[in-house]
DNA sequence: ATTAGCACTCTGAGGGTGCGACTGCTAACA
DNA sequence: TGTTAGCAGTCGCACCCTCAGAGTGCTAAT
């Protein structure tokens, strides 16, 4: 990307994304000039400075003010960090903590926590919708009524339950007696092969004769209708975004639609599910800074996002913040976290 | 409360207080005079707000404005309205549409999401831990390795899991068989009685004796740790908090730390469980006011809330908003979903 | 007790000024 | 040809002043 600079226009637009990064002001010429060890004069800087602009890397809030990073100017800033990515040490002790959780979702939860707490920013950590999930115990509780409490526990300790209202009264006992049948016939496939499986028997002649075997394919069948198809979105750190508005109170009225829109997104899980859905192909750690997302509501923000890996289903985890974020501490977390996650997971 | 009033001093102050609630500007005394019906000038007017005023009823944001209610001069506006309470009719509306839903939870999670809907503020919903809870249904999953998932199921729908690791591995059918076991024994017991009686059977001798009773048990014990205990909150709304900012964005620096309080409340939930237990004992309506919270992060902030039945447990739904809300909206609103709620768990 | 009238206070918008911060350009220089 | 010192120019911002408008408190008359 953008291959057509020089090594030194390089070293100031590095410089200066960086120091914005932390200083949260426009870069002046002069400054730049003494910090870049360059040792080129303020003015030679303006011209360089002038080059970027042209580019469209840098841009100034007005005439008098120093330079400040555009999105194209932090996508080149953060090219730069990913191609010379560290090592993590962190991970072990990271892994270990995962290791304690209990259920893939605790995991999830800490992790997402963990995300919020190193960098300052929303973290969130999603386990995806697979096609590979396992059902592994199938269980139906008898509430007041008709009304059936289905609980199905997948691969991974992920759970779901949902109440269903069969046509027929079910007692205790029948409805013992249709789980153990069911998960006798259908643990260990995946929840799409256990749907298929389902039908499919229900469809042969035999159900015809034999009454406890068809009521409890029916009541699979309702049970896991819809089960597995939902991701799960863990969300952690919404009241941090606050804090960007302190700083970024100027533009207030933008700034405070998608702050709110962004809000909502987090309270409404599956809207933002939808968006994350996005980056899952891209493998391994991506980062989508302002405008490039899609999403206008987003534009305001960057989103460092990577995946993991759970046997053969793919996650993925990941920091949401401003795009003036600090992209290398926020990419070092989040590169060690889904590494750390992976491994964890491969434990279990 | 506050009875020192004459009635046309009660007039103006609720007058006051309802149009400063639907302009959010100070009122004058010479608008007063034309609305108030009091047949009274403006001059008049003048010298009933400065007893308000001495009464702390209401205050002038500077010398030349108008006036603004303090939460005492809210306070007298809402125990008025408290007084002369509607008559509910969309009860039976509401009922029949929060009947619909499956599990407590859900008619929780609907309850809060029409509460913001309709107030337009943040709807909550919380169904407290109760003594009275009773365990349903108990099933112990093994995971790989030595973990056990423990699925508890508790009347009204109320389902909890969490995954324990005992101390000797257990097979499938062991797990089963010890499910059984304790199902047959304890089923239909509050879970506060469930572990008495638990740890009971466990003291006594016949245990030693027989292996799988005390395997079970002993699952069961752990299993049963903690469970229901905690409360669980379901809020809805959050990002209209941040339509309070546009308002208020005068005092800003206040605001948006109570602000980002409270968004951090609504994350972490359990501070908030926390701080709504405390209104829990007052039966019926209860309407709390800016400073009249213990927690100054609330002082911002009103809380219109009330309890719903459950059989014996009792719950709390309300609404959290500024100081500055519809209180007799709200109230409306809150009321009613509190009957809707009690009634339509009463047919569960 | 009420009210008309008036002096007073305070806010907020509008406008002018000067300072400081940077830049772009130009001309001299290596 | 690239670099730099110097300088003029631009712009934001803080500051000051002013003035109209809004609303009050007080007083004296009814």
Chains 1, 2 share one sequence.
Do not use: C
Not at 151 to 161: E, K, L, Y
Not at 190 to 197: D, I, Q, S
Not at 292 to 304: I, K, M, N, Q, R
């Amino acid at each position: 990307m953008n291959p057509d600079l020089t090594e030194r226009q390089r070293r100031i637009l590095a410089r200066l994304v960086g120091e914005y990064i932390e200083q949260g002001e426009p870069i002046s010429s002069s400054w730049l000039a003494e910090h870049s060890a360059l040792g080129v004069s303020s003015a030679t800087v303006r011209n360089i400075l002038a080059r970027l602009e042209e580019h469209g890397l840098v841009r100034q809030p007005h005439t008098s003010a120093g330079r400040v990073p555009t999105d194209s100017g932090y996508r080149f800033y953060v090219d730069g960090l990913l191609g010379a990515r560290k090592r993590q040490r962190l991970v072990p002790e990271l892994e270990a903590r995962l290791r304690r959780a209990g259920t893939v979702s605790d995991l999830l939860e800490n992790a997402s926590q963990e995300l919020s707490r190193a960098s300052h920013h929303v973290g969130f950590a999603m386990a995806p919708a697979s096609q590979t999930i396992r059902l592994q115990h199938i269980d139906f509780v008898s509430l007041d009524g008709r009304r059936v409490l289905v609980v199905v526990v997948a691969t991974g300790g992920q759970i779901n339950h949902k109440v269903i209202e069969p046509e027929e009264e079910q007692d205790s006992a029948a409805l013992h007696e249709a789980a153990n049948y069911i998960n006798h016939e259908f643990s260990g496939l995946t929840l799409h092969e256990a749907r298929g499986a389902i039908l499919e028997q229900l469809r042969q002649e035999r159900v015809v004769y034999d009454v406890l075997m068809a009521r409890a394919l029916r009541l699979a069948q309702t049970g896991l209708e819809d089960v597995g198809s939902e991701e799960t979105l863990h969300v952690q750190g919404a009241s941090l975004l606050l804090d960007g508005l302190l700083g970024e109170l100027a533009d207030r009225d933008r700034t405070l639609d998608t702050l709110r829109a962004l809000v909502g997104m987090i309270e409404e899980k599956h809207r933002l599910i939808q968006l994350l859905t996005q980056y899952l192909e891209a493998s391994g750690l991506t980062v989508v800074i302002g405008s490039e997302h899609s999403h206008p509501d987003f534009h305001a923000f960057s989103l460092v996002a990577s995946t993991f890996q759970d046997g053969d289903r793919t996650g993925t985890i990941g920091v949401i913040g401003p795009t003036r974020m600090r992209y290398q501490r926020a990419i070092a977390v989040v590169d060690g976290m889904s590494q750390a996650v992976t491994k964890a997971l491969e434990g279990q």
